[in-house]
Each structure stands twice: as C-alpha cells, then as structure tokens.
C-alpha cells in the first residue's frame, strides 16, 4: 500500500497480559521501525528490521518484547505479560531501500492501555 | 534527553505571524529531520538537511543547519491553524542501522 497502515488502532489489555499490534510496511520498502511514544512526547527506539532480519533490536526490553517481520506477511510487535508502564502509543514506520538514512515513514499508530 | 533540547516547548502564535523552533543534537550526524505531529496521529516528515548543507526550504519552511554548534532550526512562515501540532527533530545520532533520534519536540498552537 501506499501509507503505512497499523492494527488495531487501540488495544486495552490487563496488567500480565499479552499483547500483539501489527504494521504492514509500504509496498517495497525494505526498511522497518518501531517506535514507542509515552505521555506525547519521547519517542524511543525499540527494532529495526531490513527486510526479514533484524537490523538493530539494542531499544528492545528483551525479556518480554518480541518483533518479526515475515514475507508476505504484517510485522509484528509482541509484548509477553504487560506492566502498566507499557502504556503508550506504538508507532511503525518503514523507509525506502537505498538507504536507511532516507525519511521514514510512520503509520497513524497503535494506543495501547494497560489496566 | 538521548537527543538534546529542543525549544522553546511550546510556543503559542497568532496566524500569520511566523515561529521558530530550535533543536540541538549531541553526536556528529549525517543528516537531521524534521517532523510533524498532529494531535493523535503518526508522525509526518516535513524536510530533510544533510551535514553539509547550512539552509533549505520547502514551501513555508525555512532550516538552518550549524554542525559547529550542533543546532538547527525550523521557521514557519505565515503561519496558518493548521500548522498547529507538535514538531519533532530527528537524528540517526551515532547509530549506522537507521534508527532515529527524536528531540522533546515543541508544541506550536497558531491562533486564528
């Protein structure tokens, strides 16, 4: 597609609970990023993916955050038992090949609530 | 910050007045981005500068860029009530993969 779409668009989830929030990329381009925005300000990096792999993950809370990005198939962003602290909007971005230097791109994002 | 400051944070105008907006950043950079953020949407790239570039414009928008001083600045023109958002510099910093680096950004309110 032409934008970068994001799924669902708000997500409610009790603490320990898992949540999964999806992103489909522009159509060709390689580059993906995940961002998490917390009270409309920072934003922190969390992964990057070049196309299937994963290109920087040093933003990730290892121990419950997962991400994949699989051909033919909407990335995803996984969080095992969440903490109130999760709260926050996620945003997906994707960028060109040829550079990832290039402007990203980001989807309307994903608000995630946890109770 | 990871980023530096950008200021002033919020910045309340009449429309057609212009603003202005700085950011400072910490590591040397290939290029810095500015971006829009409207109320509960994504972000929206607005220009890109790169190191060896000093100013550029696009439409109503004017960059500045200072490697020596690590500091760059966005000017509105004329500005309108839909410039109304938040506005977000953005670095790669040291990283080579890509990720971005976001300053606090500053919440610019035009007045009509």
């Known amino acids: 597609g032409e934008e970068v779409a994001q799924t669902p668009k708000h997500l409610v989830r009790g603490e320990g609970q898992k949540a999964k929030l999806y992103c489909a990329p522009i159509?060709?381009?390689?580059?993906v990023f995940w961002y998490q925005q917390v009270l409309k300000n920072e934003f922190k990096f969390l992964i990057s993916f070049q196309n299937e792999n994963v290109f920087d993950e040093t933003g990730m809370p290892k121990e419950r955050f997962s991400a994949k990005c699989l051909p033919n198939s909407p990335c995803s962003l996984e969080i095992q038992a969440t903490k109130l602290e999760d709260s926050a909007v996620y945003f997906c971005?994707?960028?060109?090949?040829?550079?990832?230097?290039?402007?990203?791109?980001f989807g309307p994002g994903t608000r995630l609530t946890v109770l | 910050s990871q980023q530096g400051e950008e200021d002033p944070q919020a910045l309340s105008i009449q429309e057609g007045e212009n603003a202005t907006m700085n950011c400072s950043y910490k590591?040397?950079?290939?290029?810095l981005q500015w971006y829009r953020q409207n109320s509960g949407r994504g972000l929206v790239h607005l220009i890109l500068?790169?190191?060896?570039?000093r100013e550029k414009h696009s439409g109503r928008l004017r960059v500045t860029l200072d490697t020596s001083k690590k500091s760059s600045s966005l000017l509105i023109t004329a500005s309108r009530a839909a410039d109304t958002a938040s506005y977000f510099c953005a670095t790669h910093g040291s990283s080579n993969t890509g990720k971005l680096i976001f300053g606090q950004g500053t919440t610019l309110q035009v007045k009509p």
């Open positions: 159509k060709g381009h390689s580059y």
């Open positions: 500068i790169r190191s060896n570039e």
């Open positions: 590591t040397s950079i290939n290029n």
């Open positions: 971005a994707s960028s060109p090949p040829g550079g990832f230097r290039n402007e990203q791109f």
